[in-house]
């Protein structure tokens, strides 16, 4: 774990940061100075250098392209160093920014954020992925609503879009997504040969994790994993302060890990995946077999009587929680990964689930497991929205041109 750092004090133990940022599209060094000095407050190349672990050529020359772009302002030269007096450096967050749409199945979620990671604006907008609705053109209108506006063209310099589904993250195309009904779907390219901006589309729960290691856990740490629960259940792991994304991007698809042998039929098409136990169907299903619940509750009456303490909805929830926790220790054991952040619609039911996890965590043979810590994160539908954009930060000629 590393020390929080704070902008009088940069850190004395810099993480780690791997060579390769294959794994990682676009260019990330140039994002990770931005998320620095955006929480970190002004800073001269020596403690960038020193914090996220380059070389100072390296981060005099990404520096230079942003300060070129006018992305970062050069502050008064501080004196009383040894050598020549350093040149501190400021974000200039009003100087661009990024759209970033979250698709789910009945609206997207359109977020502004501006180059120090903030949401300016966040919009709900209806939204029908059927083909014969036209998902593409229903997509273009609200991105076009963005690209079109007076104020914002000149800023807006790509355009990031979530997906709940398994995305290849360098074409954008949807190999499956029984959530849309989508099979073998080009959208990335159907997006960027009608925009005149680049087109990022990665699956939702890698561009929340890319946005916590930036601005959130990844301040702290440079191994946890982001646990999400909601209508699916999902598991982001950053290594080596790298956002583990697997071959064609399916590494995130924890929750259709086998659980059972048997059980309802998952989505993806098999039975006894883990999160037809543990999503909203899951509680759901568990709640009515329990008396619990009736045809017409939904997950949000589940999450209002368990915030309320209803105890025989407490109690379900523990025994979920068992089952998360089962699965998740043997990730934690396997990576050694000291922190996981929750994140999702459902992070409301963890002070549930939480018993039952910690439990399952704790009764396993390995250590490592005994020794989690747990981070709910406040929520709401924009966050994936927020990660589209902090992705499409990174994408090929965002930033700067080569």
């Not at 273009?140 to 993250?169: E, M, N, S």
């Not at 406040?378 to 966050?383: E, G, I, L, N, T």
Request: charged share 20%; with cysteine; hydrophobic share 40%.
């Amino acid at each position: 774990m590393n020390p929080r750092r704070t902008a009088e004090q940069p850190p004395a133990r810099p993480p780690r940061r791997t060579t390769s940022r294959s794994a990682e599209r676009g260019d990330i060094t140039r994002v990770e100075i931005l998320a620095l000095l955006s929480t970190a407050g002004p800073l001269d190349r020596q403690q960038i250098a020193k914090w996220l672990q380059l070389g100072v050529g390296t981060v005099h020359e990404h520096t230079r392209r942003l300060l070129e772009a006018g992305y970062l302002q050069a502050l008064e030269p501080q004196s009383g160093t040894v050598g020549r007096p350093r040149i501190p450096l400021r974000i200039v967050p009003e100087a661009a920014a990024t759209l970033g749409i979250r698709i789910a199945t009945d609206h997207v979620v359109a977020v502004v954020v501006g180059l120090d990671g903030r949401m300016e604006a966040s919009d709900v907008h209806p939204f029908d992925p059927a083909p014969a609705a036209n998902p593409i053109a229903q997509l273009l209108q609200v991105i076009r609503g963005y690209l079109d506006d007076p104020a914002l063209r000149p800023r807006l310099k790509a355009v990031g879009v979530a997906t709940p589904d398994t995305v290849d993250p360098d074409t954008g195309y949807l190999h499956f997504a029984p959530r849309f009904g989508w099979t073998d779907f080009p959208l990335g390219q159907l997006l960027r040969d009608q925009l005149p901006v680049p087109v990022l589309v990665d699956n939702d729960l890698i561009a929340s994790t890319t946005a916590e290691l930036l601005y959130g856990a990844g301040r702290e740490h440079d191994d946890f994993l982001v646990l999400a629960l909601g209508d699916g259940v999902g598991l982001g792991a950053v290594l080596d302060r790298r956002v583990h994304r697997g071959p064609g991007g399916l590494s995130s698809e924890f929750g259709h890990s086998p659980v059972r042998d048997t059980g309802v039929l998952c989505g993806c098409g098999a039975r006894g995946c883990l999160e037809t136990f543990t999503n909203d169907q899951g509680i759901l299903r568990e709640a009515r077999r329990r008396g619990l619940a009736t045809e017409d509750t939904d997950i949000q009456e589940i999450r209002t009587r368990a915030i309320a303490g209803d105890q025989d909805l407490l109690s379900l929830l523990t025994d979920i929680g068992v089952i998360l926790g089962r699965a998740l220790a043997g990730v934690v054991n396997l990576l050694g990964t000291p922190t996981i952040a929750v994140i999702g619609e459902n992070h409301a039911l963890w002070p549930g689930l939480e018993p039952g996890f910690l439990d399952a965590m704790r009764t396993s043979p390995i250590t490592a497991a005994h020794r989690v810590k747990v981070v709910v994160r406040p929520w709401r539908d924009s966050q994936h929205a927020r990660g589209a954009a902090t992705l499409a930060l990174g994408a090929p000629g965002t930033l700067t041109r080569e």
